[in-house]
């Protein structure tokens, strides 16, 4: 029964482990801040995005892009962003060259830590600083689709949704 009991107290340990690195952004609890409540800001304003129950979050997003979304440019790779003299910015890609009032880059932290976009003026050494201290979180999702909205098969489910337990760390198909 001690071995059952260690072997519960484990998967929790682990899980633990699991949820402060997906908290901190970490591969492992080995790998989260010591001082991280010390250097963690909240962003100021509501940090929660509460969806209607017949929405989801390409309605979210459809909805805030409407009136931008004639001027988005996808799948072309941008080689340089360039604020000009009279304050209009020049987005270089591999086959054209932009002119705008303003770009918004919304590129992953490693195309910024590779330096794979030329930024002129450079990025401020604040903005780099950061780029360059911040590491590469491990987070998974899963996403579970079901015939019935989720609260009317299971009442008591918390606000907060739920968790897997593996019985095993490591273990993949049930081996």
Known sequence: ELQEV???ALQYLQWYGRLQGLIEGAPSWFDVLVDGDRVYEECPGNQ???LNKDTNYQNLIERLGAGVMDRVVHNERVIAVRQLADDTVEVETDTTV???EYAV???SLGVLKNQLIQFIPDLPTEKTRAIESI???VVTKVFLEYEAELWTLDPELPEGGFYFLRTQEGEKDGK
């Open 6 to 8: 260690e072997s519960e």
């Open 48 to 50: 929660e995005t509460i």
């Open 98 to 100: 932009y002119q705008c």
């Open 105 to 107: 880059v919304t590129v």
């Open 135 to 137: 590491g590469f979180g």
